[in-house]
């Protein structure tokens, strides 16, 4: 079954607003990872965090990473176009190499 | 620094028929992945490769699915006979080391869309 849920889904916002999505996990986590796929093309690693309580910014992109390693964030404040596309957390469940995706939430904007 | 090198990047054929799918992955990378990503969803590991040896298959249809590395570089990836549930796209990433505690960075191809009719 699915390890790593994310939500939401799916998120549509007027650019220039703020938006997160979240991962969360039933089990420990290694770490978490968080990539971005734009329309049609692949996923591109962003991020990795590791220790509990992290807190990771690049520009407007805010990366958290829970107390208990179960559960992440990654909140973009002030939205642009260039924003569009999927974003995807994926962990290594603790003990296990092998990288889960959560399902990913679609940002799409209204310029 | 060439990226991950992925052919062909679409393909369509009918279900019982065969595909195969070609990877090529960053100089020097030593561990190299196929996903499927099914429409809506997240990538799904097939399988991961260390070298030329297998370290995690758990998700690969056995059945119909197979894949190698033969000399630790390229990759193919085959399906026989295919189903139309096996429409999605087909990606290969690599890394440069074992993705031990989740600490390397995989690097993605542009992926294989298959359509299975």
């Known amino acids: 079954g699915q390890q790593v849920m994310q939500i939401p889904q799916y998120q549509h916002v007027q650019e220039g607003e703020d938006f997160t999505t979240y991962c969360n996990s039933s089990t420990t986590l290694s770490n978490i990872q968080w990539y971005k796929q734009r329309p049609g093309g692949h996923p591109v690693f962003l991020i990795q965090l590791v220790k509990s309580g992290e807190v990771k910014k690049q520009k407007r992109l805010t990366f958290q990473f829970g107390e208990a390693k179960k559960n992440s964030s990654l909140h973009i404040t002030a939205t642009q176009t260039t924003d569009v596309g999927t974003y995807f957390c994926a962990a290594n469940l603790q003990g296990a190499q092998k990288l889960v995706f959560g399902q990913g939430t679609r940002l799409t904007i209204n310029p | ?117």
Do not use: M
Not at chain 2, 83 to 90: F, G, I, P, R, T
């Open chain 2, 1 to 117: 620094e060439a990226g991950v090198a992925q052919s062909p990047r679409y393909k369509i054929i009918e279900k019982r028929q065969s595909v195969a799918f070609w990877c090529n992955p960053i100089s020097g990378h030593a561990t190299l992945y196929w996903y499927q990503q099914i429409l809506g969803q997240g990538p799904k590991l097939l399988i991961q490769f260390q070298n030329n040896g297998v370290v995690d298959d758990s998700q690969l249809p056995k059945d119909r699915f197979s894949a190698e590395r033969l000399k630790g570089v390229d990759s193919t990836l085959k399906i026989q006979p295919a189903k139309l549930e096996d429409s999605a796209v087909y990606l290969c990433a690599s890394s440069f080391r074992p993705n031990s505690g989740g600490r390397e960075t995989q690097y993605f191809g542009p992926g294989t869309r298959l359509l299975v009719l």
